[in-house]
């Protein structure tokens, strides 16, 4: 069974760095996409950045410039580098893997990201 395990969040101040990483215990194949994804208290899920089994990336506005997503050689990793935090960037953060064969979403059960003074 998949599970993916994401770490490195915690509480930082505003300004700060953290760097999320999430790895897939057990094999998965076929992997398209790896993102990452957070809510935040009382909103909604959204999309963070996500990076294609291409290597294409694409960002949310709210964090273009500021976080850098990646992944590791055998693309079973990914991490979301998150510089010059915002309060506003608090918020519970997942991670997010989509198969193709067969079609299957994994999802993390989230890491608590806290930027605050």
């Known amino acids: 069974q998949v599970q993916l395990v994401e770490s490195g969040g915690g509480l930082v101040q505003p300004g700060g760095s953290l760097r999320l990483s999430c790895a897939a215990s057990g094999s998965i194949f076929s992997i398209y996409v790896m993102g990452w994804y957070r809510q935040a208290p009382g909103k909604q899920r959204e999309l963070v950045a996500h990076i294609t089994s291409g290597g294409s990336t694409n960002y949310a506005d709210s964090v273009k410039g500021r976080f850098t997503i990646s992944r590791d050689n055998a693309k079973t990793t990914v991490y979301l580098q998150m510089n010059s935090l915002k309060p506003e960037d608090t918020a519970v953060y997942y991670c997010?893997?989509?198969?193709?064969?067969?079609?299957?979403?994994?999802w993390g059960k989230g890491t608590l990201v806290t930027v605050s003074p």
């Open positions: 997010h893997y989509a198969t193709r064969a067969p079609v299957v979403d994994y």
